[in-house]
């Protein structure tokens, strides 16, 4: 499978901690994607970074990249229970078409 | 802010059944796409539409399936007769950039129920 994979699956955190997720992935890219989902909402992009980027910010958001490990991460830091959500991430290769990835199911505890 | 825009939000329908799910694009935006996620599992690519054609498809997005750009503005997914496990919730996407870069705006979803 092409698939990306993210994981933990599930991450419970108390709120003002920070929360990594990973995701890895099996092709050459052109750029890695994470969106997140609200319980039953359509899919909200975060943050994207091109396959020649290492590290990339935005705002309480930090994503890397290592093309080498085919891997990614996606740093959120000082959690609010509003973050509360799924990650996913997404990619491009050649093609148009964005792939995603199963999904984290992030739960920010007050 | 522009939005991408999908109707209905929810849909039941019997099974085999012709079901229509209709979306607006952004306005400007040159590439369009629909994904669709059963229930709590991934998100999977269904078909890309550029240039009033099909630009590729899944595997999932077989004769059953069709798609159209009736006017400048709507984006139409038909399946034609429906199966049970065509249940799931339907994304449009939209983008303007070229077609391996930026990112896609989704709307809201319009989720399929088939008895």
């Known amino acids: 499978s092409q698939q990306g994979e993210e994981d933990p699956q599930a991450l419970s955190i108390q709120e003002g901690e920070n929360a990594t997720m990973n995701c890895s992935y099996k092709?050459?890219?052109?750029?890695l994607q994470w969106y997140r989902q609200n319980s039953g909402r359509g899919l909200v992009h975060l943050i994207l970074?091109?396959?020649?980027?290492r590290e990339k910010h935005s705002g309480r958001l930090r994503v890397t990249l290592d093309t080498s490990k085919k891997s990614s991460s996606l740093l959120i830091t000082a959690s609010r229970a509003a973050d509360t959500a799924s990650y996913f991430c997404?990619?491009?290769?050649?093609?148009?078409?964005?792939?995603f990835g199963k999904g984290i199911t992030l739960s920010v505890r007050p | 802010e522009p939005e991408v825009t999908q109707t209905p939000s929810h849909q039941v329908t019997q099974m085999g059944q012709e079901v229509i799910l209709r979306c607006v694009p952004i306005?400007?935006?040159?590439?369009f796409y629909w994904y669709r996620q059963i229930l709590g599992q991934k998100v999977e690519f269904l078909v890309s539409?550029?240039?009033?054609?099909?630009?590729?498809k899944s595997e999932i997005f077989d004769d059953q399936f069709s798609v159209e750009r009736p006017d400048g503005s709507n984006f139409t997914l038909k399946i034609r007769s429906t199966k049970l496990e065509d249940s799931a919730m339907y994304f449009c996407?939209?983008?303007?950039?070229?077609?391996?870069?930026?990112?896609?705006?989704f709307g809201e979803g319009s989720r399929l129920t088939v008895l």
């Open positions: 996407a939209s983008r303007w950039g070229q077609a391996n870069t930026g990112e896609l705006f």
């Open positions: 092709t050459s890219i052109n750029n």
């Open positions: 970074i091109r396959s020649n980027e």
């Open positions: 997404a990619y491009t290769g050649a093609n148009s078409k964005l792939t």
């Open positions: 306005s400007n935006h040159l590439y």
């Open positions: 539409f550029y240039n009033n054609e099909i630009s590729e």
